[in-house]
């Protein structure tokens, strides 16, 4: 019986997918890919690349860059400024735990970064598109 109730409570787990964001590809201010999909209980792994860069969950309108120190909302996120100046990528993974949309982005220069279109979105929905999300970056 034991055993039956352990692996019921792994197959959350097991079935989880982890998604691979590139943060810095090619010395650029972008995130590779801009959205993703998740469900509950997958994660996000974020590689730096290059520079120096963050993810922190933001608005999506309004204020959106720069991203506040320890991120915007509930289940928000703030990876802090990840290094890869001496060539270690570093890596932040967050964990998915709903799937409203949530969107990031990187808080390097007071903004620069972000406004730059250096920006991230998990779950974007037809309400709140990532473009949408990217043209608010920009304007702010």
Do not use: E
């Not at 019921?8 to 079935?15: E, G, K, Q, R, Y």
């Not at 570093?90 to 409203?100: G, H, I, K, Q, S």
């Amino acid at each position: 019986m034991f055993s039956k109730v352990f692996f019921l409570a792994l197959i959350p787990a097991i079935l989880a997918a982890d998604h691979a964001v590139t943060v810095g590809a090619n010395n650029a201010l972008a995130f590779s890919p801009t959205s993703i999909v998740a469900a509950v209980g997958d994660t996000i792994t974020f590689t730096v690349v290059s520079r120096n860069h963050s993810v922190s969950s933001t608005s999506f309108s309004g204020a959106v860059c720069p991203p506040p120190d320890g991120g915007v909302g509930p289940n928000g996120f703030d990876s802090g400024f990840l290094s890869d100046l001496d060539g270690s990528q570093p890596t932040f993974t967050y964990t998915v735990v709903d799937t409203v949309p949530h969107f990031g982005a990187c808080k390097q220069a007071a903004g620069a970064h972000c406004r730059a279109g250096m920006t991230f979105a998990i779950n974007p929905s037809s309400t709140q598109t990532y473009a949408q999300f990217l043209a608010n970056a920009k304007a702010s």
